[in-house]
């Protein structure tokens, strides 16, 4: 093209006349490309509000079990014991959603028993923690149709607790009767969780499984 005709078409597509030719290839590009990112961006918005959903929904669980331990069953407590509901639930998580979930729960359960009852901060929260990393380990096993596992789990994690604290007052305390405190304290408080637990954990294996069907479906939008 001689000089004079390309200055003659950029005069007439100046003036509106001539339209430059658009690479169609590059525009689809572009336009595949802002609608992954902004696909992307709102998945990690919906991921985002899930965990937070989850998250608070998991807190109030653990603020209502420890309200009810201290108030409603103090008034129905068995020779002065009552039912380790906390127990229930950071065990509950371990097996049901794995060790994170049950070191998360486990932690902040026994974080309101030290700040409530303990003579030293921290000790109910590493406790609590340790039963709920255990129970993780259970995951892999865990069926929600087969109770016996939870109450077996559940069972196991209150009969170690107790003598964990057993141990722990004799420490502070200087004071050891084992028999008295296994037979009047670790054992009634054990048979009294299982029995509780037989409601409890269906409570919480309900809201379990709503929250992860609910995760699931808002997963598939993005498949």
Not at 8 to 27: C, E, H, K, W
Request: glycine share 6%.
């Amino acid at each position: 093209m001689s000089v004079k005709s390309q200055r003659m078409q950029t005069t007439l597509q100046r003036s509106g006349y001539i339209t430059p030719a658009v690479d169609f290839n590059i525009t689809g590009s572009t336009c595949h490309y802002n609608y992954k990112r902004g696909a992307a961006g709102e998945r990690r918005i919906v991921e985002r509000s899930t965990v937070l959903k989850r998250r608070v929904i998991t807190v109030l669980i653990i603020v209502v079990c420890f309200l009810l331990e201290c108030t409603v069953f103090q008034k129905i407590a068995f020779a002065s014991i009552t039912p380790n509901l906390l127990i229930v639930i950071t065990s509950a998580f371990g097996f049901m959603r794995g060790k994170k979930e049950g070191m998360f729960v486990g932690f902040l359960s026994g974080l309101l028993v030290d700040i409530f009852f303990s003579e030293l901060i921290g000790f109910y929260a590493l406790v609590f923690m340790l039963i709920g990393y255990v129970n993780g380990f259970f995951k892999r096993i865990f069926y929600a149709e087969d109770i016996k596992l939870p109450l077996i789990l559940i069972a196991a994690s209150d009969f170690i607790y107790g003598h964990i604290v057993c141990i722990f007052m004799f420490i502070i305390r200087s004071r050891f009767n084992y028999l008295y405190y296994l037979n009047h304290i670790i054992m009634p408080e054990l048979i009294y969780t299982i029995l509780v637990t037989l409601i409890l954990y269906q409570l919480i294996l309900h809201i379990n499984q709503k929250l992860e069907a609910e995760e699931k479906r808002s997963a598939s939008k993005f498949v």
